[in-house]
């Protein structure tokens, strides 16, 4: 059985930084793209950025230039740092492998 636990979640001023991360366990095989998502209140689960088992990462028009993420295959782990955080920024952040395994997602509040 395969699980995914995201963390790192938490409350952060505008301008701040946090970095999320998402370790698996159980049987994964031919995972090519790791992801993370968000939902924000009221809105619909978005995609903010993924990266494929060679290092190729892709970001939200949104968040680009400011979080970046990455990947330990050894590890089974998927990291996601932001930088210069906003209010809109605030959702419950969601891990994905391979478009299959969910976590359950970590709470991001950025406010002052």
């Known amino acids: 059985q395969v699980q995914v636990v995201e963390s790192g979640g938490g409350l952060v001023q505008p301008g701040g930084s946090l970095r999320l991360s998402c370790a698996a366990s159980g049987s994964l095989f031919s995972i090519n793209v790791m992801s993370w998502y968000r939902q924000a209140p009221g809105k619909e689960r978005e995609l903010v950025a993924d990266?494929?088992?060679?290092?190729?990462?892709r970001y939200a028009d949104s968040v680009k230039g400011r979080f970046t993420i990455s990947r330990d295959n050894a590890k089974k782990t998927v990291y996601l740092q932001m930088n210069s955080l906003k209010p809109e920024d605030t959702a419950v952040y969601y891990c994905?492998?391979?478009?299959?395994?969910w976590g359950k997602g970590t709470l991001v509040t950025v406010s002052s």
């Open positions: 990266i494929t088992s060679g290092g190729t990462t």
């Open positions: 994905n492998y391979g478009f299959a395994y």
